[in-house]
């Protein structure tokens, strides 16, 4: 897509530390890291949020996400890792390109869990909750 950040990348018109790459993902390090080795993992199709995704990419993308932490892992002795997404704009998306988040954690590194994130309990209670979701079309 024209003017997007991510698809120039994978057009290689920006420049990027990549990483990892198949035929339908790429990975490369964040230009303004959060930790060391801060990647992100992308589809080279233009695709804004996950659901847009087809499943086969998905099952791809999260396949590729396990090996870049392999590789951190190995090279950067990782002791742990976050995994996340920014999955629309309400959720802080800034490039309109799905992209995976691979953090490496450290002990000791200060850094809080994925549940940090936000702070913003239901008024209803989980099981009414629950019935809500269980009740829509994509219920298997
Ligand atoms: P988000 O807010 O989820 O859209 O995050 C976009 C991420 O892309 C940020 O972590 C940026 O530092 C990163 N980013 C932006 N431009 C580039 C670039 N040219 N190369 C690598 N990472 C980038
Ligand atoms: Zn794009």
């Known amino acids: 897509m024209e003017n997007c950040i991510f698809c120039k990348i994978v057009d290689g018109k920006i420049e990027s530390e ?52 392999e590789m951190l892992k190995e090279s950067l002795d990782a002791d742990a890792f976050t995994i996340g997404i920014n999955d629309g704009k309400a959720a802080g998306q800034e490039i309109p390109h799905l992209h995976i988040n691979v953090l490496p954690r450290f002990m000791g590194n200060g850094g809080k869990p994925i549940h940090s994130v936000v702070k913003n309990p239901p008024k209803e209670e989980v099981p009414k909750i629950a019935e809500k979701i269980r009740k829509t079309s994509i219920s298997p």
């Open 18 to 69: 990549k990483i990892y790459e198949t035929a339908s993902i790429i990975s490369f390090l964040d230009i303004n890291p959060k930790a060391p080795g801060h990647s992100l993992v992308i589809p080279k199709e233009h695709v804004e949020i996950l659901t847009e995704l087809e499943d086969e990419l998905a099952c791809e993308i999260f396949k590729v996400t396990k090996r870049v932490e």
